[in-house]
């Protein structure tokens, strides 16, 4: 089977498509202020790392249904900061409030019942009960048709402390139980089930 995205009876559908077949995707549960201060919080699946020299990150926030710019968007144009909180398995139910459609300003971290917790370095909290927080700077935002990808330098990183071995400076992955976004629009996964393939030499 081959799908055109340039035949218009498929062009509204590459969202569907694309977004159930390209699984799983990491969940950024991303953390905003605005002007006076108020805090957003907003998931994003599609998101990834890009790079590590210099760390780099992207998520793409959309328009709202009646193509306005969402919150997150709004607060990182106003200040230029954000904060991408992982989400794991005991985290999934409130990072799932935090996509419920509320007024601006309204505040999705205390609306899910979680707890914002002071970065570092950038005014939007983190998520203490995430496993994993990335404080970041916006480096650029790109504009491709309806398509916006912010660009974040990922100048802090936050890691529960049983996530972490000091001495090998690396992830306890065996402890980490991150959920995948599958299929539009309610799909999800675990990400336990696991397997390992040595890289040929």
């Known amino acids: 089977m081959e799908l055109d995205f340039d035949q218009p009876e498929l062009k509204n559908r590459a969202y569907f498509i694309l977004s159930s077949l390209v699984t799983p995707r990491p969940i950024a549960l991303v953390t905003t202020v605005d002007d006076a201060g108020r805090v957003n919080a907003a998931p994003f699946s599609f998101f990834n790392l890009m790079g590590a020299r210099p760390p780099i990150c992207v998520f ?8 306005t710019p969402k919150d997150t968007v709004l607060n ?10 992982l989400v794991d398995e005991p985290m999934a139910e409130a990072m799932n409030r935090c996509a419920a459609s509320v007024p601006y300003g309204e505040d999705e971290v205390k609306l899910s019942g979680l707890t914002p917790v002071a970065s570092t370095l950038v005014q939007p909290p983190r998520i ?13 935002t790109l504009e491709i048709g309806q398509n916006r990808m912010v660009i974040g330098l990922i100048k802090r990183v936050h890691v529960r402390d049983e996530l972490y071995d000091a001495d090998a400076r690396r992830i306890r992955t065996d402890r980490l139980k991150t959920i995948g976004r599958m299929s539009a629009p ?16």
């Open 128 to 140: 203490a009960e995430a496993p994993a927080s990335l404080e970041c700077e916006v480096y650029d």
């Open 186 to 201: 309610h799909w999800y996964c675990k990400t336990t089930d696991r397997f390992e393939m040595i890289r040929p030499e």
């Open 76 to 85: 990182i144009r106003a200040n230029g900061q954000f904060v991408v909180n």
């Open 60 to 67: 793409a926030p959309g328009n709202r249904d009646e193509e």
